[in-house]
């Protein structure tokens, strides 16, 4: 059982569109990061969100942490090529743990 | 400012070998973490070490496999008498000495496990 679904799987759309990927749980996390990882590479941290209802912004990217802290979305704006890549999120459980609990991810590719 | 370094990127071995698996982390990080990343599957953790002390080996499995973080030199994880299910990119991360909250994980670009 995977204990964080996120979706889609794989997107693929047009340079210029703007998308929204989900992360979703039956858990409460006490704090959730997005990563993106390019293949052949580890993943590189984007952000942490920590309270619920949080929205932070970096650029063209809009990530919220669920006001129930169970769930997220990464919004993208304008989508580009250096976009592409695999986004990963990834929670932790309990407040003072370190373990983070990664989804599967969504691929995705935009193309020119 | 070196990041994570991992060595090898890729490493070949044959069932029954053993492989071994090195992490350097950033400099002035002394917590290290193993995840591994299974085709189609999302990372798992697996052990966190600091200096000469495993923290947390709850995510390993009990045999086989064991890690290490000595007082000089990188963390290594080994895998003894490798099968062909070991095959999968381990990652390893590290951390500033002060754990917290929105405590920031580097990660190294992975070893590449083949078991043939």
């Known amino acids: 059982t995977q204990l964080l679904e996120q979706s889609p799987q794989f997107l693929s759309i047009q340079e210029g569109e703007n998308l929204t990927v989900y992360c979703n749980s039956s858990?409460?996390?006490?704090?959730l990061q997005w990563y993106r990882q390019e293949p052949g590479e580890g993943p590189v941290l984007l952000v942490t969100v920590v309270t619920g209802g949080e929205v932070k912004k970096l650029k063209r990217l809009t990530f919220q942490f669920g006001d129930a802290r169970k769930d997220s979305s990464l919004h993208i704006t304008a989508a580009q090529p250096g976009d592409t890549g695999l986004y990963l999120c990834a929670g932790v459980l309990g407040a003072g743990s370190y373990q983070l609990t990664f989804g599967k991810g969504t691929k995705l590719s935009v193309i020119p | 400012n070196a990041g994570v370094m991992q060595n090898p990127r890729h490493l070949v071995r044959r069932r029954g070998q053993e492989a071994r698996l090195r992490c350097s982390p950033m400099k002035g990080h002394s917590h290290v973490y193993w995840y591994r990343q299974l085709p189609e599957e999302g990372l798992k953790f697996m052990v966190y070490l600091q200096k000469e002390n495993i923290i947390d080996e709850s995510g390993m499995p009990k045999e086989r496999f064991s890690a290490e973080f000595p007082k000089e030199g990188p963390s290594i994880l080994r895998i003894q008498q490798v099968v062909r299910g070991d095959s999968a990119a381990y990652f390893c991360?590290?951390?500033?000495?002060?754990?917290?909250?929105?405590?920031?994980?580097?990660f190294g670009s992975g070893t590449q496990l083949s078991v043939l």
């Open positions: 991360a590290s951390s500033p000495p002060v754990r917290g909250q929105n405590e920031k994980l580097f």
């Open positions: 858990s409460v996390f006490s704090s």
